[in-house]
């Protein structure tokens, strides 16, 4: 299936990682995920073959049987037309989707597995076009040559299960090497998302993007500007939830991509953090990042939101730079700024307005841990904390506890434990007074019934007294707080 190979080439299977394997090993790897997939590939290459149709397992399923990554999503690619592979699903698949038609992809699914299967096609860009130009084509060799990468481009015939490499991907692979199968400027005009792909594999899979290949990205940064946000924004989301997004970050930099997709990323590079504690602001970003990817235990697993927030914190700063008289810079209300910068940039590429909300709160309120100083926050300010970080309070304590960067042992462990404290009293205060549900002492009735008012704007007023009442000192009696309610109306009204 494989075809042999020297034995010192090696690999790596798991991304980002520093531990090579042989080229044996690999062919192991393959042995034991077409054992897997045999079901599927049998069946489905007996039915293309008796009608007198190719079909090929590619890409993606085909490079990642070979790092050892299990797959559930499977392409194919065949000869046949959209509609030959409809009929050819019927008594196979147990649902089928015809939504990518138009691309001449029929999906189905066929127990646990999702499974695409696309007529053989070349397709390109328009220059000043946002949607691929799509034609059939008329060979498997045709097909792999338009694909991004060379380790995307093998397939594996059916039934035969012979493997077709005609770019040399399987040497790109064992070499962690990203390569085009024709020129990169070619690859890169006739679909400029791919530029952006070949940051996600870098994070992803760990790979080293050829000279060639970057300095094509490079040259070509600008025309990434005709693909859609939608398009644009699905990438970085890959890119950040990869296992090193760091490593593809730095690329996007490095080409001028993130200049066009992502500009407050390198606008960062431009700044000195307050504390001079690393070379730029820059750094220290992609510095939590990574730190906020160490806790991600607290929250489950990876999380887009608390990463991009990571990202973002900071962004605020090249707008609110200021020179004192002594020599020190200040960034003051970057926060504010920052999140203000995000919800714009986050709003052109088209994400969700919960995702929009949730990391721009994060941003806003990455520095309110900062006035805690040494523990000395009251009871009120630690419910104030909870009360706004709201549904994004687990985040907000990864994201504070990721901004420690300081290079100073003594202070970072004072920092440490002065937010295990504020966390400890959390947990105790929601204990006492259910914190994640503050509500004011009384409710609108009640407001009405002690005020003797009817419904109107002195209600909701009243409300919100009663509830920075109740965040200053904690619940309170029933008669405690109409008493109050009558003080304050009182001093209102005179």
């Known amino acids: 299936m494989l075809p042999s190979s020297p034995a010192a080439t090696s690999l790596d299977c798991a991304p ?86 138009a691309f001449g992809t029929i999906g189905c ?8 299967i696309t007529t053989y096609r070349s397709e390109a860009y328009d220059p000043t076009s946002r949607k691929p130009e799509v034609a059939y084509g008329d060979s498997l060799v045709g097909d792999l040559a338009r694909r991004d990468f ?30 085009t199968p024709g020129t990169p400027e070619a690859s890169f005009s006739d679909d400029p998302l791919r530029m952006l792909r070949a940051a996600r594999f870098a994070a992803q899979l760990g790979f080293t993007v050829d000279a060639d290949v970057v300095a094509a990205m490079t040259d070509m940064a600008e025309r990434i500007s005709i693909v ?90 090249p707008r609110t730079r200021r020179f004192l008289d002594d020599g020190s810079v200040t960034f003051h209300h970057h926060d504010v700024v920052g999140a203000k910068l995000t919800r714009k940039r986050m709003q052109a590429l088209r994400f969700s307005k919960e995702q929009i909300q949730a990391v721009t709160t994060l ?30 309070l687990a985040r907000l304590h990864v994201l504070t506890r990721a901004d420690c960067t300081t290079r100073n042992r003594r202070k970072a462990e004072r920092l440490r434990r002065a937010y295990d404290d504020l966390e400890t009293r959390i947990e105790r205060l929601e204990a006492e007074e259910e914190l994640a549900a503050i509500r004011p002492d009384l409710d609108g009735n009640q407001i009405m019934e002690v005020l003797g008012v ?25 008669d405690e707080a109409a008493e109050a309610l009558r003080t304050w109306w009182a001093a209102r009204t005179a």
């Open 363 to 392: 941003v806003e309120l990455h520095l309110r841990f900062h006035g805690y100083g040494d523990g000395e926050w009251t009871d009120s300010a630690v419910r104030r904390y909870v009360r706004d970080a709201g549904d994004q």
């Open 454 to 478: 009817g419904p109107g704007r002195e209600v909701g007023e009243a409300y919100r007294f009663l509830l920075e009442l109740r965040l200053d000192r904690g619940p309170l009696e029933h």
């Open 150 to 179: 060379t380790v995307n481009s093998m397939a594996l015939s059916l039934p035969s299960q012979r493997l077709e490499d005609p770019f040399g991907g399987v040497v790109d692979l064992a070499e962690r090497r990203l390569r």
């Open 109 to 116: 699914r066929w127990g646990q597995w999702t499974i695409e």
């Open 16 to 101: 980002v990682s520093d531990e090579p394997l042989l080229i044996t090993d690999v062919q192991a790897r393959v042995s034991a995920e077409l054992e897997r997939l045999s079901p599927v590939l049998d069946e489905l290459g007996a039915r293309f073959a008796a009608a007198g149709e190719e079909l090929a397992l590619v890409g993606g399923p085909v490079r990642d049987a070979m790092l050892g990554r299990l797959q559930q999503d499977l392409d194919f690619t065949t000869s046949a037309r959209p509609e030959v592979t409809e009929r050819l699903l019927v008594g196979f698949a147990e649902a089928t989707w015809d939504i990518g038609r």
């Open 228 to 317: 859609s946000a939608e398009r644009v924004r699905e990438e970085l989301v890959k890119l950040l939830m990869a296992p090193d997004p760091v490593r593809g970050l730095r690329l996007l930099v490095e080409t001028g991509l993130a200049a066009q997709v992502l500009p407050e990323l390198p606008a960062l590079a431009l700044e000195r953090d307050e504390h001079h504690r690393h070379k730029d602001v820059y750094e220290h970003s992609l510095t939590v990042l990574e730190q906020s990817i160490d806790l991600e235990h607290r929250l489950g697993g990876p999380d887009f939101v608390s990463r991009f927030a990571a990202l973002m914190h900071d962004v605020g700063k």
